[in-house]
């Protein structure tokens, strides 16, 4: 079932389009991503979807609300962690969540999610006294102490380390597995990669692109490569390989083999090397990312 529905959605700020017909929706317990550099309208479509914006045209409804004329009610149903999140320094963590709680007519228990997200012995810590990684599941906690149904999560990650990054992954893969839907908006393709089970790729106020990460990738058409090095047996010519289903060439230096192709073409290729007992070592495929994808889309690599 789909929480949340948006058709031709569009924003303008005088002559500058920010948003020009961008319509997707978000299956209920998914974590949906939104993708793209900055600029590219994505925080202003979710703030739109969130109520926080007006949008100029096209229809939204989130959990069956629409955000502007049930702003009220649809607040006491999400979450939203914002893109830019501050709070006073001297604000102890049980004060920050004591007041979010209050926000809202059943809350949930934030001396629980003192415990669930790691903050218990940080509670009569000031917000100016923890660190990014602490600040970031503080933010969370913050963006649930409502119950909601669906979390949007804004750049969560910008600004951490690379274990804090990955310590905070877990953290929203733990929000999903408590039934709440996720909304994460981020320009870091690893972390939509790994986290998301569809994501939306936005450029220049559109999206170029609708499906599962792994379903992006493989609409680009693009070349990846499989190289490894013969050990024993031989291949009585590289013919062997350069019929096969896929493979649009291949080239040796030696015993040093690179097999460029495009689909499944590496299971071809390994399938080949057993049928003429070749065994073969440092085997690697470079695998396509969004990265290439989004490259092969718009014409330019994501800053």
């Known amino acids: 079932m789909a929480v949340i529905e948006v058709m031709d959605l569009r924003k303008r700020y005088g002559d500058l389009t920010v948003l020009d017909g961008v319509s997707f929706s978000v299956e209920e317990g998914e974590i949906f991503g939104i993708l793209g550099p900055n600029g590219a309208g994505k925080t202003t479509a979710v703030e739109c979807v969130e109520g926080l914006r007006r949008p100029d045209g096209g229809s939204i409804r989130v959990l069956g609300l629409d955000p502007v004329g049930n702003r009220r009610a649809l607040c ?9 999140t501050q709070l006073p320094d001297n604000l102890k963590v049980w004060e920050a969540l004591d007041l979010y709680a209050s926000f809202y007519p059943k809350p949930g228990d934030w001396r629980e999610l003192l415990v669930e997200w790691g903050l218990q012995d940080k509670r009569d810590t000031r917000f100016g006294k923890l660190s990014g990684g602490q600040k970031q ?7 649930l102490v409502g119950n909601p149904r669906v979390a949007f999560l804004d750049e969560l990650t910008t600004g951490l380390d690379p274990q804090a990054r990955r310590a905070t992954w877990a953290l929203i893969k733990r929000i999903r597995a408590t039934g709440v839907t996720v909304v994460l908006v981020s320009h870091f393709m690893d972390e939509v990669e790994e986290l998301c089970d569809r994501a939306a790729i936005f450029d220049q106020g559109r999206i170029v692109a609708l499906d599962t990460p792994a379903g992006i990738v493989d609409e680009i058409d693009a070349d990846h490569e499989m190289r490894f090095t013969l050990m024993a047996g031989e ?21 040093r083999v690179v097999v460029t192709g495009r689909g499944d073409f590496a299971t071809a290729v390994t399938a080949q090397l057993a049928r003429h007992h070749v065994l073969v070592s440092d085997l690697r495929i470079d695998k396509r990312t969004l990265d290439d994808a989004f490259v092969a889309l718009t014409g330019r690599p994501l800053e």
């Open 76 to 84: 006491e149903q999400v979450g939203v962690q914002l893109q830019h």
């Open 137 to 143: 599941r503080l933010f969370i906690a913050l963006a």
């Open 235 to 255: 291949l009585a010519d590289l013919t062997d390989l350069t019929g096969l289903p896929g493979v649009a060439r291949v080239t040796r230096t030696g015993d």
